[in-house]
């Protein structure tokens, strides 16, 4: 049974930091790719930074970019999101998630869609104040 768990988040002023960490178990962490998601109420969960098993290659939406860096430790089954110089407008719930199959470990439509098949986190709040 796949297990995912989530830590970190909080609450921060704009212009700090904060990381999230998103540990799995019962699966083959070092053969997934993975990812994190944020939402915000009354939205669609959007992606927010996905990376290759091999760390290869890496998505990172533009709305972040340059501000969050994804990571991952294979050797501890766990996912990293370093979140610095935070804006109000990145308050959200924020889940990490694995998809249901492989995908060659590579970043597919998993990156791009939320798919109730994938495994995803019980989510972390965000809150950014101005």
């Known amino acids: 049974q796949v297990q995912v768990g989530q830590s970190g988040g909080g609450v921060v002023q704009a212009g700090g930091s904060l990381n999230l960490s998103c540990t799995m178990s019962g699966l083959p962490f070092d053969k997934y790719a993975v990812g994190w998601f944020r939402q915000v109420p009354g939205s669609e969960r959007d992606r927010v930074a996905c990376?290759?098993?091999?760390?290869?290659?890496?998505y990172v939406s533009d709305s972040v970019k340059g501000r969050f860096a994804v990571s991952r430790d294979n050797a501890k089954n766990t996912l990293y999101l370093e979140m610095t110089s935070l804006k109000p407008e990145d308050t959200a719930t924020y889940y990490c998630v694995v998809p249901s199959s492989t995908y060659a470990g590579q970043l597919g439509s998993w990156c791009r869609e939320v798919n109730d098949d994938n495994h995803w986190g019980q989510g972390t709040q965000v809150t950014v104040s101005s």
């Open positions: 990376i290759s098993w091999d760390v290869a290659n890496t």
